[in-house]
C-alpha cells in the first residue's frame, strides 16, 4: 500500500510512526511533513492547505489511502475534493467537520440529541452577550464560534475578564460567540475511529491545556499528555461512550451529516457524570503521539475495514506513555523561529516533531509547540521520571515546558 499523511505537526509524525508499523505498507509520504519523519516518509513540498495540489499528487502517484491530520485541511474540503476523484482518504467532510469548525453547529445536535454537555447560548451581538453574562455570573466560559488551535476560549472567574473576552471576540468582524456554562470536573480526551455509524473508541490521554504549571496561564493546543488515565475507570468510559460518542456518531447520519475519520471527544468526568466540553473533527495532539505509541494493532487494518463496514478489535501496549511538549518561549501568544535545539538525538524515549526545521545542519525552532518528548514505562510515576529525564537532555535558549505533566493524577490515587 501507499499511503500519504496530510500535515506537519507531532500528530502528523505520530501517523507516520503507526502508519510505518503496519507490514502491508510500501511507501508512506508526508505532505508537507516535518524533518522528525524523514526516516519513515517521503516529504512532499504540497502545502497542506493546498487542496488542489494534494488531490493531483494523489492522483498521480496512485495513493492508496490518505490519511488528514489538521481541521483546516479538512474545513478547506479536502475529503470532497479526494471522493470527487475517487481517492481513498479518511477524514470527514467539510460538512461533517463543522462539528469542530462550528461550535454553534455541535452544540445545536447535542441539544437536539440529549448529550450531555453544558448550557449554552450563541450570540452575534456583544451587547446582548453582556446582558447574559450579567445575568449568569462568573464562572462563566467565552468561546469563539470558529477554529481557534484551542485558543478561542475564556473560562472567565471575574466579570471583567468575560467582558474583557467579549470585547475582544466581537472586535472580529461577523464573528460569533457561544457562552457556556463553567463545568468542573477532571476532563480526558476520547478519540474513535467512527464512520457512519460504526464508532471504535481508542485509548483515552489526558491533555494538559493550560500553559503554565498548575493549570495556569492562557488556553494551548495543549502542554503535555499522558495515556491511559487511571482515573477515569472502564465504567466511566462506557458511559462516556454510549452517551457521547455513538450517540454522536448516530446524531450526525441523522441529520445527514455522516461524519468518516478520527471523532474526538473533549470530556470531564463532572459531579453529574460525563460531559461533553467539545468535539474536534480530528485526532488530538499531542494526544495521537501518546495513544499511537500505545496502539499493537496496525492502524491501515483498522480503517480500510471500518471505511468498509467493519470493525477491528483494537490491541493495546498496556505501559503509560508520557509527553512533555517543549514549546517556544512566548507560546501560545508568539512563537519563535530559527532558534537551535540540541539533544533531541540523545534521548531514551522517541521525541515527536511538532514545529521544527532543520538550517545550516541545525535543528531549530519552527512553531509554537516544538517537540513532544515522550517515555514509557510500567507506571505514570516512571514514565514521568524517564520524560523529564529526556527533557533535561534538551537544549535551547528559546524553549519553556511544564513541570507537572500527570501530577493531578498521581496525587489523586
Ligand atoms: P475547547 O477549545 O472547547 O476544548 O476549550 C478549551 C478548554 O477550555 C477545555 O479543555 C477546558 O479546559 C476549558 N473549557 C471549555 N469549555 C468549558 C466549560 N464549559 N466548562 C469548563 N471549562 C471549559
Ligand atoms: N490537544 C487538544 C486538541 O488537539 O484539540
Redesign the pocket.
Known sequence: MKILVIGKGGREHALVYAVHQSKRVKKIYAAPGNIGMKDMAELVNISDSDIEGLTAFAKQEGIDLTIVGPEHTLSLGVVDAFQKEGLKIFGPTKDAAQVETSKDFAKGIMSKYGIPTAAYATFDHYDAAVRYVTKQGVPIVIKEDGLKA?KGVTVAYEKEEALQALEAAFAIADNRVVIEECLVGFEF?LICFVHDELVIPMEIAQ?H?CAYDGDRGPNT??MG?YSPVKRITPQIIEEALETVMKPMARAMVKEGHPFTGFL?G?LMLTENGVKTIEF?ARF????AEVILLRLKTDICDVIENIMAGSKTELEWDEDTVLGVVMASTGYPASSTKDAVITGSDDTDGYVFHMGTAEKDGQLVTAGGRVLLVTAKAPTLEEAYDKAYDDVAKIKSDHLFYRTDIGKKDMEAL
Open positions: 484551542g480526551s491533555d491545556k493546543g495543549g499528555v474526538y473533549g474536534n488530538g495532539d499531542p494526544e
